[in-house]
C-alpha cells in the first residue's frame, strides 16, 4: 500500500461579486461560450465546469451575483460557501475599484473570518482603456493579505479570461498566503518549518547536505520523474550565484534548498512547492493531514499491534545515523535531533525509568527499541503518527501501516500452544514491601544503580527490556500492579496480560497469603500462565501464615515451584526468560508437573546464550560497516 499525497480539494467553488455593471456575468459567459455576449441577464445561472477541461484537473462551479436578484443574506451565504472570491471592479471607472477596497473586501473578510477565504482582484474592461490599474492595487493588495493575485482582463475581446479562471483555482488549490509573507518578502514560519522537516527526511545521511542522489530521489519522489543532470547543474549554479552558502561540497545546504522553494513562490510557481508538502503529508493550513497521520489499521479483538520487520529497520537505521559518536546510545543532543522531525518528542524523560539506558542515563539501541516496542503496543495510532513524522513514507516509499504488524488472535496461539508474538506483558503483583516494585526495576538496571528510590517517581510502573526465548529476542513489559489491600478489586486491564508473576516475601509471614488469594480469585480459572516468586531469598525464609505453603499450593494448583530472587545475590535472569517463555508457550502453565523440565528451560538457557552472542556479533557488524 503506497502512500497517497495529501489531496487538496475535490472542487472549486469561485463566486464572482462587486458593484452592479462592472461585467460580472459577461466574465462568466465569455468564458463558456468564447465569445462576447451583446445582451447580458442580470445574472448567469450557475455552471459547473467538469475536472478533465480544466488545467487542474479539478470540477469547478463558478457562481454569479447579482444585486437586483439577491438579498444580502444570499449573498452572505454564498460568500461562505464559496473556496475563492474573484472581486470584479472596472478598469475604467475609478470608484469600483474604490468599492472594492472599502465595501467588498471588508465585507468578504467578516464573512469568512473564521476562515479566510482566498480572493482574486480582477480588472474587467481593459479592452477600453489605454493604461493599468495594477499599481493602484499594490496597496490594497498589502492591506488585504488574502489576495492571492490580481489580474486585468476583457470580456469583450477575451483577453486574459482563462487565465482569471485558471488563478482563481490555483488561489484555492495552490494558495501563497500560507507560504508566503508579502511584507517580508520571505517565507512563512509555517512554511519555513515543514520544509526543514522535508530537508531533513531527504538528508538520508545526515550530513546536513542533499547530494545529488538524495536531490534525485527528492525528485523522484515529489514529481515521479528523474532530475536531469543538466538541470542539477543549472540549480547549483543559480544558487551559487544568488545567495551565500546555498551549496557546499557540490551539495545543496538547507539554506539553498528554502531559497529554492521561496524563488518558484516569487515567480508564481506555487504548485511546484504545495507538490512537495502534499508528498510529505501537508494541508492547506500547512497541518500535517489527518488521513496521512492516522492512516486505517484494522486491529481485531484479541489481536496485539508490534514493529514490523520493516519498522525495526526503519527505526534502526535512524538511530544509527543520530548516533553521531558510535557509543551505542543517544545522547540528549543525538535525540533532540532525531526528533527534530516531530512536532513533539515521542516521549519524555520517563524512558529512563522505563527501558535500560547507559551509565549517563542515555538511552541505549536496546532501550529505545523497547521504547518503540512498548508504544507500537499500547498506542498503536501514536506509533502511526510518529513513523510519519519521522518520514518512514519516503523510507520505504510505503504508508505507515506496514510498519505495524497486527498478531494473530490469542484464541489461536492458545490453541496451537504457542504465541506468534513477539512482544509480551507480564503483570508483577504482590503485597506492599514484597518487592515486586525492585523486581521491576532490575530488570532493566540489574545493580539498581540508576534506579534508586530516591530519584524514580512513583508513577513509574512499567520496565521494558528484551530477553531471548529459544534463541528468539522477545520483548517482555513488566508492569508493575498496585493494590493496596487484597478486598480491592482487580479491574481487567490489572488482569489481562500474559504472563503473571505473583511476588511474595519470604521473611514476612503474612506476605504469601495476600498472593494466595489474588491467585485463586483472578488467576486459578484464567489461561493467564502464573509465575510465583519468592522474594528476598537471601534473608530467612519464616513459615507462611496460611494453610498451605508455598511449594504446597504450587503443587496443589499445578503451577511452578516458587522462584527464589534476591536483589543482594547477583540478579538471576532466568526469572524472566521464564516469565517470557510462559507468554511464548502459553502450556507452560503447567511447567510445574512435566518431568525434566529443568532440561527444558536449560535449553531455553542455551538459546538466550546464543542469540545474545548473535546480538553482538551484529552489532559488530553495523559499527564496522559504519566506520
Known sequence: MVQRPVVPRRNVRILLIGDQGVGKTSLILSLVSEEYAEEVPPKAEEITIPADVTPEQVPTHIVDYSSIEQTDDQLVDEIQKAHVICVVYSVDDEDTLDRAASYWLPLVRKCSSSNRCPVVLVGNKIDLVDYSTIEAVYPIMKEYSEIE????????????ISEMFYYAQKAVLHPTTPLYNYDTQELTEECKTALQRIFKICDLDNDGLLNDMELN????????????PQVLEDVKAVLSKNIHDGTCNGCVTMKGFMYLQCLFIQRGRNETTWAVLRKFGYDNELQMSKDYIHPPLKVPPGCTTELSHKGQEFLTILFMLHDRDRDGALSPPEMESLFSRCVTPPWGDEYKYTVPTNEKGWITYQGYMCQWALIALTNVRKTLEYMAYLGYNMFNNECQTTAIHVTREK?????KKQSSRNVYTCHVIGRKSSGKTTLCRTFIDPKLEKLADNNVPTSAQIAANTVHVYGQEKTIILRDINILNVQDALTPAQIQC?????VYDTSDPKSFEYIARIYIKYFADSKIPVLI??????????????LLQPPSFCNKYKLMPPQPYSITRTV????????????????????????GDSVVWWKAGLGIAAATVA??????????NKR
Open 533 to 546: 516468586v519468592a522474594n528476598k531469598s537471601d534473608l530467612a525464609e519464616v513459615k507462611q501464615e496460611y
Open 149 to 160: 493575485s490580481c489580474i486585468e482582463c476583457s470580456a469583450k475581446t477575451l483577453q486574459n
Open 411 to 415: 484464541k489461536l496461539d492458545l490453541a
Open 615 to 624: 546480538g553482538f556479533m551484529m552489532m559488530r557488524v553495523l559499527n564496522t
Open 217 to 228: 530521489n527528492f525528485q523522484q519522489s515529489c514529481f515521479n520523474t528523474p532530475l536531469q
Open 572 to 595: 538471576r535472569p532466568e526469572i524472566f526468560v521464564k516469565l517470557a517463555t510462559m507468554a511464548a508457550f502459553p502450556h507452560m502453565k503447567q511447567f510445574g508437573l512435566v518431568q
Open 498 to 502: 500474559d504472563a503473571a508473576a505473583l
